[in-house]
């Protein structure tokens, strides 16, 4: 038996062209025992579509706060009360400032103001984003509440640059996931 089996999982995929790693990481995370809950920002889904993560998760994406859930109770609060844990993977500066400032303008901002259970980000971005003030604060108020990052790390970027800014390895994201999932 994994280590993740039974596990419920969230993950966040925002609008960053990593987010096609977003794949690799559901399939990795099933094939370890987790259930996987995608729930996909609308920047998220111009780099990756709602039926991959769906296939591969095998259960419906949440992308639409205004159309979530068949109960009485909203989808947000459902599946925030079932996770063990919310991952955030590619974690773009806009919702990194969003949870930081607390903000709920789609599915994932509500979810993460919900939530009760571990987070983990994995940001990816270009690196003058992620050493802007703005991000390097948001980072730390989100650090001071509890919330655990992963990265980025240093190499070639999506932008052109070499640098600080890409996405850890979906590896590493899984190794830090079953650490934080097995350590209770």
């Given at each position: 038996?994994?280590?993740?089996?039974?596990?419920q999982?969230?993950?966040?995929?925002?609008g960053?062209?990593?987010?096609?790693?977003a794949?690799?990481l559901?399939?990795?995370?099933r094939k370890?025992?987790?259930e996987?809950?995608?729930?996909l920002?609308e920047g998220?889904a111009?780099?990756?579509?709602?039926?991959?993560l769906?296939?591969l998760?095998?259960?419906?994406?949440a992308?639409d706060l205004?159309?979530?859930?068949?109960?009485?109770q909203?989808?947000?609060?459902?599946?925030?009360d079932?996770?063990?844990?919310?991952v955030?993977?590619?974690?773009?500066?806009?919702?990194i400032?969003?949870f930081a400032q607390?903000l709920a303008?789609?599915f994932?901002g509500s979810l993460?103001?919900?939530?009760?259970?571990?987070i983990l980000?994995?940001?990816?971005?270009n690196g003058?984003?992620?050493t802007?003030?703005?991000?390097?604060a948001?980072?730390?108020?989100?650090k001071?509440?509890?919330v655990?990052?992963?990265g980025?790390e240093?190499g070639?970027l999506?932008c052109g640059?070499?640098g600080?800014?890409r996405?850890?390895?979906?590896d590493g994201?899984?190794?830090?996931i079953?650490s934080?999932?097995?350590?209770?």
């Amino acid at each position: 038996m994994s280590s993740l089996s039974g596990k419920q999982i969230i993950l966040g995929i925002t609008g960053s062209i990593a987010a096609y790693k977003a794949a690799d990481l559901v399939s990795q995370l099933r094939k370890r025992g987790a259930e996987v809950h995608p729930v996909l920002t609308e920047g998220g889904a111009k780099f990756i579509t709602p039926l991959t993560l769906q296939t591969l998760a095998r259960r419906p994406v949440a992308d639409d706060l205004w159309e979530e859930g068949n109960g009485w109770q909203p989808g947000h609060v459902e599946l925030a009360d079932q996770a063990d844990l919310l991952v955030v993977a590619p974690a773009t500066a806009n919702v990194i400032a969003q949870f930081a400032q607390g903000l709920a303008p789609d599915f994932l901002g509500s979810l993460h103001l919900v939530a009760r259970c571990p987070i983990l980000m994995a940001p990816a971005m270009n690196g003058k984003m992620w050493t802007h003030p703005a991000t390097v604060a948001n980072v730390a108020t989100l650090k001071e509440r509890g919330v655990e990052f992963i990265g980025p790390e240093e190499g070639m970027l999506a932008c052109g640059y070499e640098g600080i800014g890409r996405m850890w390895p979906v590896d590493g994201i899984l190794a830090r996931i079953e650490s934080l999932l097995t350590s209770n």
